[in-house]
């Protein structure tokens, strides 16, 4: 495909045609285009002035700040690769990215600097690091002493400008190698699937260590707003989508779920007339979920949009669009630009409604993985990114999520998805969220248990949750075991953390 831009020559297109349009808001402060432009081209010319060139690692530890859109774009102008490092993760683990990426250069809030100090002392000398809010004024005196003008140094489509980790709950982090070109036909897919234009208001949920270009790659591309927001509580979203005339609105479902709670409360406080679409990945939404998250916001004409994407795939590759309506339950048809298909342990397609791996191909998909060479002969053959996650397909081509295929369970000899069991479970009026986990019976062996959440004012017993599920499920399906837990633990995403649920359970604690 030939029919491509730079990012360079999008965002330098928007500065001239549109200067003084805000491009970011935030409540650090907004950013226009002729200023975004401007900043980047800064922070470009510093790093070459440093003697930086295409290829070098470029780290950054902040929170969502209009720093970090400006550093982002500054990477994919000149080619250098963005390597955003997670301030969360346990200092062994930092060493780790570290050693396996070794970023010539750190960008870092001070509160995230001293934290990991020990570490990042270590590896960046005070010329290979820019502190972005201490009291010296570090950032400022950068920008001062470098030039706005275009830099010498631009990256063509096919460079890597960023390093995008899979998420560290999961196991080791492994890093997709991403070029410019592939974040421009992610980008470009997902705005052309979802009808989004230059006067569409984004606002994204991911943080700036998982998936951070979901922040600004489709405003930029579209010459629209991005709102930068750090607080995940959902008075505070609500708030902000509210405040800000936010109109497309991407978070896990899980997050959305928390503000259909918070507008049955108080929804007067809150103006959602102008919200077009709600896009939930991250996590699977199922079928009750959906249902509840779609019945709320139709009061305000907006749509309730399941997608499923991957680190490989840049973001989304299928997604539930309204037209063709996708049936309750299904992540939808893949998103322009991209193919699907699901193929059993052979690689041989499977049939209409047959559970199989999903595999995805097109040019926003990654073509590897950065000094992985095992994980690269294992997920990618044949020009198909083989996902590892389990799907089915039915006759009219729309896609369902099964399971991880590691995930399932195998319950007296028989194969068994807990999704399954948690599509049930959220179908019951008085669960408020709830999980399926494979727990060990000293008779049985593996066995599925039901962690649950009640809606509040509202009391089941273990007996009314298997009565329920027997009548949706086989019998070895029904959960064994079943407890009820205040809330389920979560990541900073929203999603439902699965490695410290699973840590939890077998320690015999609850929450």
């Given amino acids: 495909m030939k029919d491509i831009q730079s990012w360079s020559e999008i965002l330098y297109n928007h500065a001239r045609n549109r200067p003084d349009q805000i491009a970011v808001y935030s409540s650090y402060y907004n950013l226009t285009y002729r200023e975004l432009s401007q900043n980047a081209n800064q922070v470009s010319n510093y790093l070459i002035s440093k003697g930086l060139k295409k290829g070098d690692r470029i780290g950054i530890l902040c929170d969502k700040t209009p720093e970090f859109v400006i550093i982002s774009l ?13 301030y969360r993760i346990p200092h062994q683990e930092m060493e780790f990215v570290l050693q396996l990426t070794h970023p010539t250069f750190l960008f870092g809030q ?29 950032w400022t005196e950068m920008l001062s002493q470098s030039s706005m003008g275009t830099p010498h140094l631009l990256a063509e489509p096919e460079d890597p400008v960023y390093l995008n980790f899979t998420s560290g709950t999961t196991g080791t982090p492994k890093a997709a190698l991403t070029t410019g070109s592939v974040l421009y036909w992610n980008t470009r897919g997902s705005v052309e699937t979802l009808e989004m234009d230059s006067e569409d208001i984004l606002m994204s949920l991911f943080p700036v260590y998982g998936h951070p270009h979901e922040l600004w790659c489709r405003p930029v591309y579209l010459g629209g707003a991005m709102v930068l927001l750090n607080q995940t509580s959902p008075r505070s979203v609500a708030k902000a989508l509210s405040d800000y005339k936010v109109t497309v609105f991407m978070a896990v479902p899980s997050l959305m779920n928390m503000l259909v709670t918070l507008l049955e409360e108080d929804g007067d406080d809150f103006d959602f007339s102008h919200l077009r679409i709600l896009e939930a990945g991250g996590m699977h939404s199922t079928e009750g979920l959906t249902r509840r998250i779609k019945d709320k916001f139709t009061i305000f004409n907006s749509q309730y949009v399941p997608v499923w994407g991957s680190t490989e795939t840049a973001g989304i590759a299928l997604c539930s669009k309204t037209e063709p309506p996708s049936p309750l339950g299904s992540v939808g048809l893949p998103v322009k630009y991209y193919e699907a298909k699901v193929v059993d342990e052979k690689g041989i397609n499977c049939s209409p409604d047959e559970i199989g791996e999903l595999a995805v191909r097109g040019p926003g998909v990654i073509s590897s993985y950065f000094q992985n060479e095992e994980e690269n002969n294992h997920s990618f053959k044949e020009g198909w990114y083989h996902t590892g996650d389990l799907f089915k397909k039915d006759e009219n081509g729309f896609f369902y999520f099964v399971y991880r295929r590691q995930g399932m369970m195998k319950v007296a000899g028989l194969k068994v998805s807990p999704q399954e069991i948690d599509n049930v479970l959220s179908l019951h009026p008085d669960i408020l969220e709830a999980i399926c986990v494979p727990a060990y019976d000293p008779l049985r062996g593996e066995i599925p248990k039901a962690l649950i959440v009640c809606k509040e004012g509202k009391n089941l017993s273990q007996q009314d949750i298997k009565k329920f599920c027997r009548s949706y499920l086989a019998e070895y399906k029904i959960p064994r075991q079943v407890e009820f837990w205040d809330s389920l633990p979560k990541t900073p995403t929203g999603k439902l953390d699965i490695r410290k649920i699973k840590e939890m359970v077998q320690a015999g604690l609850n929450s």
Avoid: M
């Fill in 74 to 86: 500054a990477c994919s102008i000149s080619g250098f690769i963005l390597t955003p490092l997670n």
């Fill in 110 to 138: 001070d509160e995230h600097w001293k934290a990991y100090l020990d570490i990042l002392d270590k590896w960046f000398t005070s010329e290979q690091r820019v502190i972005l809010d201490d009291s010296g004024n570090q």
